[in-house]
């Protein structure tokens, strides 16, 4: 049992959320006021690496999930799980992919309030798989030593 509420049968009330926080983080990106001090070339250039990442791991799990694919944290009826490809380095590739993504795009932009978004979409994602995770500890057995093994979010970090 989770002390997380699902927010609908299938975690509908999740994606809503996600979706209104990745908004944010798109809004803010250009209106906020942007920092053009020091290290801001350098700072784009690694933005520019990290979004690049980001597109890449999130592709990859997309891709990788086939048809367990769902838009939604509940595992899809009949689905497999799936601990081959980007999910051999990470439990939740498209979660990393679009937090790395975000962090990438405010940095690019010079946006700290792009940025600070990003944190709160780090931490949105953390609660969301979790959420997600005790349903796939319902549905598949192996689950918990797959979890014990791969980090979460972000490839050998975190």
Known sequence: MSRLPALGPRGEGWVVIQLLLLG???????????????????????GGLLALAGLVLATKGL?????ALTPLPHPRD??????HGAYRVVRHPIYGGIILGSAGY???L?????????????????????????WLRQR????DE?????????????
Do not use: C, H, N
Request: glycine content about 8%; overall charge positive; proline content about 8%.
């Open 78 to 83: 009949g689905a497999q799980l799936v601990s």
């Open 63 to 67: 891709v990788d999930l086939r048809d």
């Open 140 to 143: 598949y057995p192996g689950y």
């Open 146 to 158: 797959y979890a014990s093994r791969v980090r979460r979010l972000i490839p050998f970090v975190y």
């Open 110 to 134: 010079g946006s700290p309030a792009a940025l600070l978004a990003t944190v709160g979409l780090l931490v949105f994602f953390r609660l969301k798989s979790a959420r997600e995770e005790v």
């Open 106 to 108: 405010a940095l690019v």
């Open 24 to 46: 944010l983080v798109v809004v803010l990106g250009p209106l906020a006021p942007a920092y053009r001090g020091p290290w801001f070339v350098e700072l784009a250039l690694v």
